[in-house]
Every structure is written in structure tokens, then in C-alpha cells.
């Protein structure tokens, strides 16, 4: 069994709390928030440990055919807004991370307050999301800064 500080010094190093909102046609855009994590394929067991611990999501195998001399990974995620609020939000609550990856978790935290609250469905909470989601961003053409704050078409 991993020690939960292990859990968070791991996902301070390789996790990524996500605030997407994804284009949903004529209707207001669609808010998600995700966890994840991505390693290489040959280092499962953790996140298979890490899934077990927290008692959700699901792992995806990954193989980035494309780069020639990429290594298949895997991804564990979780999307699923009451596994997010019931499960991923305590744990990181009562386990706070150390490094900047707890202001991304401060922004995630606030978003899903905003969900829980359905400020979502409004054009005025989508627009305080969007301005959550990135204030404080260390330089917007930084990708790596925008891994956990991106929108889709």
C-alpha cells in the first residue's frame, strides 16, 4: 500500500488537474474537470496502486504511433464530476500538495465548487471560469503551463 504522501510528492511531480471547456455548438460551452496522470507503459503498477487507493477512474493505454521513438504509455484518469468532488478533492484536502502544482489544484477546487453551485451554466460563470482557469498562468505560450488549461473547438 503507497503511503498517501508518496501519492502526492507523485502527482506534484506528474499530475495534472484539468479545467477544459469544450465548444458545444450553439448551446453555452461545456465545463470538465479531469485528473490525470501520464507515464510510460512500463511503469503501470503505480498507477494501477494510485487508482486503487483513491477508488476511481480508469487507466488507458496509449501508444503515440506518430513519434518513431516514443514509448507506449499510459494515463490514468478521472473525469467523472462526483468521483472528482467525492474522492480526488478530499484526498488532495486532507493530503495537501508542496509544489506549484497546488495552485492549479486551488483553481480546479474553485471550479468545481463553481460546478456543484451550476454557475456553470450560466455565460457569467463560464466567463469567471475562463478568467480562473487562467489567471496566474506562468506565460500563456508556455505548453507545458497549458497542459492543465485547455480548450477545445
Not at 479531469?34 to 501508444?63: P, S, V
Not at 499510459?74 to 509544489?99: C, E, H, T
Not at 456543484?116 to 478568467?131: C, D, F, N
Request: proline share 4%.
Amino acid at each position: 500500500m503507497l503511503d498517501p504522501h508518496y501519492i502526492v510528492g507523485f502527482v506534484d511531480g506528474e499530475g495534472c488537474f484539468s479545467i477544459t471547456i469544450n465548444k458545444n455548438g450553439e448551446h453555452l460551452p461545456e465545463v470538465r474537470l479531469i485528473f490525470e496522470i501520464e507515464l510510460r507503459e512500463d511503469d503501470e503498477a503505480i498507477l494501477q496502486q494510485i487508482k486503487n487507493i483513491l477508488g476511481c477512474g480508469n487507466i488507458y493505454q496509449l501508444d503515440y504511433k506518430r513519434y518513431d521513438n516514443w514509448r507506449p504509455h499510459v494515463k490514468y484518469k478521472v473525469s467523472n464530476f462526483s468521483d472528482i468532488a467525492g474522492k480526488i478533492i478530499p484526498f488532495f484536502q486532507r493530503y495537501p500538495l508542496q509544489a506549484k502544482k497546488q495552485k492549479q489544484f486551488e483553481k480546479f477546487c474553485r471550479v468545481a465548487e463553481m460546478i456543484r453551485s451550476k454557475e456553470h451554466l450560466t455565460p457569467a460563470g463560464i466567463a469567471k471560469i475562463k478568467s480562473i482557469r487562467y489567471r496566474d498562468s506562468l506565460d500563456a505560450l508556455d505548453a507545458h503551463v497549458q497542459w492543465g488549461a485547455i480548450e477545445t473547438t
